[in-house]
């Protein structure tokens, strides 16, 4: 029984296909672990965990997470970790796993650390919550990742970016397409936050555009230079 008075039902096994002998051991074992406060449903779900059920599990409920950036978490981790996805979570050794990072940290060192930090994510918060006893990804030290360095995010301005704006009006590409690239160097947002801004976050009268969904979840303001508001007050017209 609960907290609230009410019974709950745990199947113990079908009749016939189950001996009383097994059926009265297991129903032992189960009141067992009731009487050390373990849920018999929650141990069941714990016993059958895989690890591809672990992975979707800890990224679909996981808040902080945006659901359409926790099914690309998901949809990566488990393409990484294919050859283990329907064994049990907790049966991943340490041996395993890191004879498959390193193999594939020499063919993409890059995908491979990042995806092993998503893993080791799960992993951390699956011990913390008594899913599994250990961490298998723990095995990867700082000497054995990979040394990443930061992506370049600006042209220079004394010989790239002349040259980039050079080329973006001698190419014969679509306009819309050139506005975005256009728009996105004078601004410095990201592809997808400059293909999915909204004319409700566009500010003509105050010279602002205001990002609201962001790669980091904060909002985010940004002038508007006299180049960005003709462009956008063009495109505005043109729509009208």
């Known amino acids: 029984m609960d907290g609230s008075s009410r019974n709950k039902r745990v199947e113990i096994g079908v009749v016939g296909v189950?001996?009383?002998?097994?059926?009265?051991?297991?129903?032992r074992t189960i009141l067992?672990?009731?009487?050390?406060?373990?849920d018999p449903k929650e141990r069941d779900y714990v016993d059958k965990l895989s690890l591809k059920n672990l992975v979707e599990s800890y990224y679909r409920s996981n808040q902080r997470i945006k659901s359409s950036r926790a099914e690309e978490y998901i949809s990566s981790t488990l393409k990484f970790m294919k050859p283990f996805l329907s064994r049990h979570a907790n049966d991943l050794s340490a041996k395993e796993y890191f004879?498959?990072?390193?193999?594939n940290i020499k063919v993409r060192p890059t995908v491979a650390d990042r995806i092993h930090r998503q893993l080791r994510a799960v992993y951390t918060y699956a011990v913390k919550?008594?899913?599994?006893?250990?961490?298998?990804?723990?095995v990867v030290t700082v000497q054995d990742r990979p040394i990443s360095k930061p992506r370049e995010r600006s042209l220079s301005l004394d010989a790239e970016l002349p040259a980039f704006m050079k080329s973006l009006f001698k190419v014969c590409i679509n306009e819309t397409i050139r506005d975005v690239l256009l728009f996105m160097v004078a601004t410095g947002m990201r592809r997808n936050e400059a293909l999915k801004l909204r004319w409700d976050q566009v500010d003509f009268d105050r010279f602002i555009i205001l990002l609201t969904e962001t790669k980091n979840e904060h909002q985010h303001m940004i002038p508007m230079s006299n180049l960005v508001r003709s462009m956008l007050v063009q495109r505005d017209q043109s729509e009208d």
Do not use: C, F
């Open 99 to 103: 004879e498959h990072y390193q193999k």
């Open 32 to 38: 067992s672990a009731i009487q050390s406060g373990v």
């Open 18 to 27: 189950l001996s009383l002998a097994q059926a009265r051991k297991k129903a």
């Open 129 to 138: 919550k008594q899913l599994v006893d250990k961490n298998p990804t723990d």
